[in-house]
């Protein structure tokens, strides 16, 4: 009881009472408009913290949020794209490929194409010999990234023989030189209705079959049937 009364009598002689010092044993506790000083440990601006004085620690938070919100932003983009890659990796996975199909993606915004697995290209062209004694371009393809190559050539003249070669070039597409290559050295010469193979298992840039009067302005027709693994 007495207790209770000494802080009731405490709490009524201080009321209203303004403390600049407070003294506590042998420190010293100085509260003023800005900030509160214990024996040189500051506590700064706990009335105005709009002041001057409260600038350097107003710029390093707001540089600390900036920091802060670059990093989230990042990590935000991130998020986006996984989940983007997971969005369309589940569209694949609902429109599976049929037999000997695989489903790939042309990019990041695209829906996924349904594709043959293994990629390859077959044709026939056909034409003639010339006529004039020189070589001509009978097939010019881009084989780029090709895991095999294989053509007939076939004489389809009724009368004229012709030869016929392989060049290449090994690199350069546009610019290279075309070269006889080892898989298929020199020319042939193909009667009426006889057949020449060329096969080849090494990637070049580009290749092309090339055909020729067996004897000057007797050109002879021909058909070539070729096949290009990817």
Same mark, same amino acid.
């Given at each position: 009881m007495l207790k =209770?009364?000494?802080? =009731?009598?405490v709490s009524w002689l201080l009321r209203g009472v303004h403390i600049d010092v407070l003294h506590i044993g042998e420190h010293s506790v100085v509260v003023s408009g800005t900030g509160i000083n214990m024996d040189a440990q500051k506590i700064e601006n706990v009335a105005e913290p709009d002041s001057d004085d409260d600038v350097p620690r107003r710029d390093t938070i707001d540089s600390k949020i900036a920091t802060h919100a +670059?990093?989230?932003?990042a990590h935000h983009a991130k998020t986006t794209l996984f989940s983007t890659l997971i969005d369309r990796w589940d569209l694949a996975q609902a429109h599976r490929g049929a037999d000997g199909k695989i489903m790939v993606f042309k990019g990041p915004a695209a829906d996924p194409v349904e594709e043959d697995m293994v990629k390859y290209t077959e044709a026939s062209v056909s034409g003639n010999s010339g006529g004039d004694g020189a070589w001509h371009d009978a097939l010019d393809v881009d084989t780029r990234g090709m895991k095999s190559f294989s053509a007939v050539v076939k004489n389809t003249d009724g009368a004229n023989s012709l030869n016929w070669r392989l060049r290449a070039r090994p690199s350069n597409y546009s610019a +290279?030189?075309?070269e006889e290559i080892p898989e298929c050295p020199g020319s042939e010469t193909l009667g009426v209705g006889e057949k020449g193979l060329a096969e080849l298992l090494k990637a070049y840039s580009r290749i092309k079959i090339q055909v020729q009067d067996t004897v000057a302005a007797s050109a002879a027709t021909y058909t070539i049937d070729y096949l290009?693994?990817?």
């Amino acid at each position: 009881m007495l207790k =209770k009364l000494k802080s =009731k009598f405490v709490s009524w002689l201080l009321r209203g009472v303004h403390i600049d010092v407070l003294h506590i044993g042998e420190h010293s506790v100085v509260v003023s408009g800005t900030g509160i000083n214990m024996d040189a440990q500051k506590i700064e601006n706990v009335a105005e913290p709009d002041s001057d004085d409260d600038v350097p620690r107003r710029d390093t938070i707001d540089s600390k949020i900036a920091t802060h919100a +670059g990093v989230e932003s990042a990590h935000h983009a991130k998020t986006t794209l996984f989940s983007t890659l997971i969005d369309r990796w589940d569209l694949a996975q609902a429109h599976r490929g049929a037999d000997g199909k695989i489903m790939v993606f042309k990019g990041p915004a695209a829906d996924p194409v349904e594709e043959d697995m293994v990629k390859y290209t077959e044709a026939s062209v056909s034409g003639n010999s010339g006529g004039d004694g020189a070589w001509h371009d009978a097939l010019d393809v881009d084989t780029r990234g090709m895991k095999s190559f294989s053509a007939v050539v076939k004489n389809t003249d009724g009368a004229n023989s012709l030869n016929w070669r392989l060049r290449a070039r090994p690199s350069n597409y546009s610019a +290279g030189a075309d070269e006889e290559i080892p898989e298929c050295p020199g020319s042939e010469t193909l009667g009426v209705g006889e057949k020449g193979l060329a096969e080849l298992l090494k990637a070049y840039s580009r290749i092309k079959i090339q055909v020729q009067d067996t004897v000057a302005a007797s050109a002879a027709t021909y058909t070539i049937d070729y096949l290009i693994n990817y």
